[in-house]
C-alpha cells in the first residue's frame, strides 16, 4: 500500500498555498500525491542539497512577488533510498536546508528496509 500512502498523504500535509520542494527521481506514486496537494511544486536535482536551497530560495522569493505573502507551508520530499538508481538520500544535508527555512520534510522508507 505504498503507493496508495504517499499519493494520498501528501495532499493531507500541504495544499493551495504551500510549497513543495521534490527530487527529480522521486516515485511516480509522491508525484501523484504532489499533484493533488495542488501546491506550487519545484524540482530539484537527484540529492542535490545545494540545488535545493538555490531552488527554495528562489520560489520563496518568486512566490512572495507573485501572491504579495509567503507560503503557509514548505516541505521537501524526497526517498531514503532510490531503488532504480542505488543510492542513498544525503539526509543530514537535507536536514540541514530544511532547519534553515523551517520546512517540513516527507521522508518515503518504502525501500530502506
Given at each position: 500500500?505504498?503507493?496508495?500512502?504517499?499519493?494520498?498523504?501528501?495532499?493531507?500535509?500541504?495544499?493551495?498555498?504551500?510549497?513543495?520542494?521534490?527530487?527529480?527521481?522521486?516515485?511516480?506514486?509522491?508525484?501523484?500525491?504532489?499533484?493533488?496537494?495542488?501546491?506550487?511544486?519545484?524540482?530539484?536535482?537527484?540529492?542535490?542539497?545545494?540545488?535545493?536551497?538555490?531552488?527554495?530560495?528562489?520560489?520563496?522569493?518568486?512566490?512572495?512577488?507573485?501572491?504579495?505573502?509567503?507560503?503557509?507551508?514548505?516541505?521537501?520530499?524526497?526517498?531514503?533510498?532510490y531503488?532504480?538508481?542505488?543510492?542513498?538520500?544525503?539526509?543530514?544535508a537535507?536536514?540541514?536546508v530544511?532547519?534553515?527555512?523551517?520546512?517540513?520534510?516527507?521522508?518515503?522508507?518504502?525501500?530502506?528496509?
Amino acid at each position: 500500500m505504498g503507493f496508495g500512502t504517499n499519493s494520498m498523504n501528501i495532499s493531507a500535509l500541504v495544499n493551495k498555498g504551500c510549497l513543495i520542494l521534490s527530487d527529480e527521481l522521486n516515485h511516480a506514486s509522491l508525484v501523484l500525491g504532489m499533484r493533488l496537494s495542488k501546491a506550487d511544486v519545484v524540482i530539484f536535482k537527484h540529492n542535490d542539497a545545494v540545488d535545493l536551497e538555490k531552488k527554495l530560495r528562489n520560489a520563496f522569493i518568486r512566490g512572495f512577488h507573485k501572491n504579495q505573502k509567503h507560503y503557509s507551508k514548505i516541505l521537501i520530499v524526497v526517498e531514503g533510498i532510490y531503488s532504480m538508481e542505488g543510492t542513498i538520500t544525503n539526509l543530514p544535508a537535507m536536514i540541514e536546508v530544511k532547519k534553515k527555512y523551517n520546512a517540513y520534510l516527507f521522508l518515503d522508507e518504502a525501500h530502506s528496509i
